[in-house]
């Protein structure tokens, strides 16, 4: 008898983007759905993971957890054929940080496509509660929701409101949806970036005050809220000089470092230092709303659409072009992908 089988964009090790072939899931273990892949966004963590960079990883791993599906089969509340965003963020439930509402710290989470195998598969199976439903989007738009959810998150973390001076640090994907979002709460937002690029590009989302490192900000005395989003430990320890008195810092990219700051200069001005990781429910709906409304334009975002036949070989072209790319997204709905085959 023959197994059906299917391709997954794999990391097999650093520097090294292949398809592999896999048996096709059938079933998924109970309290999970099975779903069949619509769209996977690609980002930075997936290029950190191609570097070899990336601090929790095993190899070789399938990537993918910026994902769009439909559902294979009728299961819970869920019908076969609804269009779903997956929430990525696998939490034990369990733990202080579960317990507490905030699964998205969970002490022991597991990302689909970091911790263990992503979507960039024909199928795969996912918690019943990871799935919310994306009705009125389309399979790019709803791949899109996850990545512009960690921005939403930060801003909702940090309290911006109307009126509010803001500068986001970083003005690739992550940093440019904090953007978006503390615009969306009446802030006036500037971006800092060390490529004139991306900030020409942001001019399109009505960015316009970008500015590059060294630049004299245009605002006295400091902005109320400072996100960071550059992935970068120098930039990190130069924002707190960035922030007003009585400002807050939102650190939303990671860098494996330690950072150091001044305690008086922090102390002087009262400075709240905020954390902030993944995205909640609140977050990915806000976002959804966000997508269906018009009030962010995905086709903005998208850079480039692929299927996952051309992947191996432009993928070492998008790590190295990284700065120059909003969103790539693989669409499993066009034509010619080897996503699904018989062996
Ligand atoms: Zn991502
Ligand atoms: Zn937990």
């Known amino acids: 008898m023959q197994t059906e089988t299917m391709f997954c964009g794999t990391c097999v090790a650093p520097g090294q983007f292949e398809l592999i072939s896999q048996p096709m899931p059938k079933s998924a273990p109970d309290g999970w759905v099975l779903v069949e892949t619509a769209a996977v966004g690609i980002c930075g963590t997936d290029y950190h993971i191609f570097d070899g960079k990336h601090p929790f990883l095993n190899y070789p791993r399938v990537i993918g957890h910026e994902l769009s599906a439909h559902v294979v089969q009728d299961a819970g509340p869920w019908r076969a054929g609804q269009l779903v965003v997956v929430n990525p963020y696998l939490s034990c439930g369990i733990c202080r940080a579960c317990t507490r509402g905030k699964p998205n710290c969970c002490m022991a989470i597991e990302v689909l496509g970091v911790h263990r195998d992503g979507g960039m598969c024909a199928r795969f199976a996912v918690p019943e509660g990871n799935l919310y439903a994306a009705d009125g989007l389309t399979a790019r738009q709803a791949a899109m929701v996850e990545f512009l959810a960690i921005g939403a998150h930060a801003v909702a973390r ?173 669409d499993f709905g066009l034509p010619d992908i080897t996503a699904g085959a018989v062996a």
């Open 158 to 330: 940090s309290g911006v409101g109307a009126g509010d001076l803001v500068l986001v640090t970083g003005a690739g994907p992550i940093g440019l949806g904090t953007a978006l979002f503390a615009k969306a709460a009446g802030a006036v937002v500037h971006l800092l970036d060390t490529s004139a690029a991306r900030l020409a590009a942001a001019r399109a989302f009505g960015f316009d005050t970008g500015l590059l490192p060294g630049q004299d900000l245009p605002v006295q005395g400091g902005y109320d809220v400072v996100f960071d989003a550059t992935g970068n430990t120098k930039a990190i320890e130069a924002g707190f000089a960035h922030v007003a008195h009585g400002g807050t810092y939102v650190l939303v990219s990671v860098v494996r470092d330690e950072i150091t700051f001044s305690d008086p200069e922090f102390h002087k001005r009262e400075m709240r230092l905020i954390g902030s990781r993944n995205a909640l429910v609140a977050d990915f709906e806000a976002v959804m709303t966000a997508l269906r409304t018009g009030a962010i334009d995905a086709a903005l975002l998208e850079s480039e659409v692929l299927t996952l036949a051309d992947l191996p070989a432009r993928f070492p072209d998008l790590v190295a072009n990284r700065d120059g790319i909003i969103k790539v997204i693989v």
